[in-house]
């Protein structure tokens, strides 16, 4: 029996409840439940997949209930529906931002006006010519230098190779952020080709046909509601786009494909075992302290009011954010406080976790992921 969170076959027999069999890793110190469904979960995994399939395919929350509800017998609201793709979309993006295709040597790079929150909000696309992969979005309140620095940076993140073209329209942005990023005195040089059109021997067809596959999806949606669930939506897009859906161009694979990167689905929904690798390698980053299982010994089932366990939260750019979403942040047993930790790590893989034991006044750090 493989371990659902880290993987391992270290695992054993952990009693019964309820007629199920539990099992528990001693590779990572977790139990789990051997039902088939993602890690803390209560709903099968293939209705999950099947509903974060539907939805980037075009069908509204509403008609995959509906067709939830005929294919599998039971009920699920359009709430449950709407966090899935939230929750997914996140996971499986900061799982594939890790790997890297190997693209041509020519991208091209478009922006496009989308509807969020009753106001018009840009968003940023780069494409590279060969595979059709879709290299980085960004979503952005003006088109200047900052924010078109912004998503060449990533795309240099992600990329293996330095384009050597890069095509755009007009826009006077895109000259002094490519000149900042990818301007080196090593040869060969990037080169910017602007103003292309149909009128031009070069043109941006590849970009703007992208843009109206994005919008085709987001047309029966009427915009989008708030800033955060729409960069989850298009987490989702980057990661159907790129690695689900089947591109005529490229005879019937993926971008991914094209572009080198090989997962080997053993599903015939890719989003099936995207989600189950994007939840073990998120378990593998987390690291405990040294004296880890000194404090699970001298703190479980015990109550000491003198010692309490305080946990601070960060955000990607390392500010604190104060009683986030709710979350309790003081507990009393260690194990407790990892296990809170632990969970909320999975729930939102780009946050920052501290635990802080504090006796009387004094704060120790014991923990960090």
């Known amino acids: 029996m493989k371990c659902k969170f880290c993987d391992s076959n270290n695992t054993i027999k952990y009693g019964k409840c309820k007629d199920k069999q539990w099992y528990f890793c001693k590779e990572c110190n977790r139990k789990f439940l051997n039902n088939g469904n993602f890690v803390r979960m209560r709903t099968k995994s293939q209705i999950i997949v099947t509903a974060l399939d539907m939805y980037f395919e075009g069908l509204s929350v509403r008609k995959i209930q509906r067709q939830i509800s005929k294919l599998f017998q039971v009920y699920v609201s359009q709430v449950t529906i709407w966090k899935w793709v939230i929750k997914f979309s996140g996971l499986v993006k900061t799982f594939i931002d890790e790997l890297k295709p190997r693209l041509s040597e020519q991208w091209h790079v478009d922006e496009t006006m989308i509807r969020c929150e009753g ?33 060449f940076k990533q795309s240099k993140e992600r990329s293996l190779i330095k384009p ?39 043109t941006n067809n590849a970009i703007e046909r992208l843009h109206g596959t994005l919008k085709d999806r987001l047309k ?21 786009y790129n690695f689900l859906r089947p591109h005529e161009t490229l005879n019937g694979i993926t971008p991914a494909e094209a572009s080198g990167i090989k997962l080997n689905f053993s599903n015939e929904n890719g989003w099936l075992d995207l989600i189950d690798r994007a939840t073990k390698k ?39 954010i104060v009683n986030p979403y709710g979350m309790k942040t003081e507990f009393l047993i260690y194990e407790t406080a990892i296990e809170f930790v632990k969970f909320y ?8 976790f501290m635990i802080l034991e504090k006796i009387s006044l004094e704060e120790l750090e014991v923990f960090r992921l």
């Open 119 to 151: 106001e018009y909000k840009w968003f940023w696309q780069i494409i590279d010519k060969k595979t059709k992969f879709l290299v980085a979005t960004l979503l952005s309140e003006n088109r200047t230098i900052k924010e078109s620095m912004e998503l």
């Open 164 to 202: 050597k073209t890069i095509v755009t329209d007009g826009l006077w942005a895109y000259e002094e952020s490519i000149r900042k990023v990818f301007l080196t005195w090593r040869v060969p040089h990037t080169t910017h080709l602007r103003s292309v059109g149909i009128r031009t021997r070069e």
């Open 220 to 240: 029966p949606m009427r915009g989008l509601k708030k800033t955060y669930s729409a960069n989850a939506i298009l987490n989702g897009w980057f990661v159907y």
């Open 282 to 320: 998120n378990y593998e980053d987390i690291t405990l302290p040294e004296n880890h299982d000194k404090l699970m010994k001298q703190t479980k089932n015990v109550f000491n009011r003198n010692r309490i366990f305080l946990i601070k939260i960060f955000d990607k750019e390392g500010k604190e």
């Open 345 to 352: 790590k999975y729930v939102y893989p780009k946050l920052t």
